[in-house]
């Protein structure tokens, strides 16, 4: 089992700048990746940023340039820079984190959740 936290989330004004933070633990030696994905009323959950634990990073087309995923290994924490935020990032961000379990052909992965961070630019 891997538990996630999140923090950061708020209310900023369009232009400004927010840092969400997610802190894994439990299971966390086998976690393959980790990442944001984000949720607006009335759509679907979309990825936003993810990292790989060789520290590849892939981002969403509309946050490319704006938002910079990284990580502290030392602290089993993902952190998701987000700069120039436009009111249509205002969703609720849920940290992932990706591990597999089990051998061989029987290897799955499985996804974890955190309980979402709201974030809502307005002016």
């Known amino acids: 089992q891997v538990q996630l936290v999140e923090s950061g989330g708020g209310l900023v004004q369009p232009g400004g700048s927010l840092r969400l933070s997610c802190a894994a633990s439990g299971s966390i030696l086998t976690i393959v990746d980790m990442g944001w994905y984000r949720q607006a009323p009335g759509k679907q959950r979309e990825l936003v940023a993810g990292?790989?634990?060789?520290?590849?990073?892939n981002y969403a087309g509309s946050v490319k340039g704006r938002f910079s995923i990284t990580r502290d290994n030392a602290k089993n924490t993902v952190y998701l820079q987000m700069n120039s935020l436009k009111s249509e990032d205002t969703a609720v961000y849920y940290c992932n984190a990706g591990r597999l379990v089990g051998y061989g052909s029987s290897q799955s992965r499985e996804d974890y959740w955190g309980q979402g961070t709201q974030v809502t630019v307005s002016s």
């Open positions: 990292i790989t634990t060789g520290g590849s990073t």
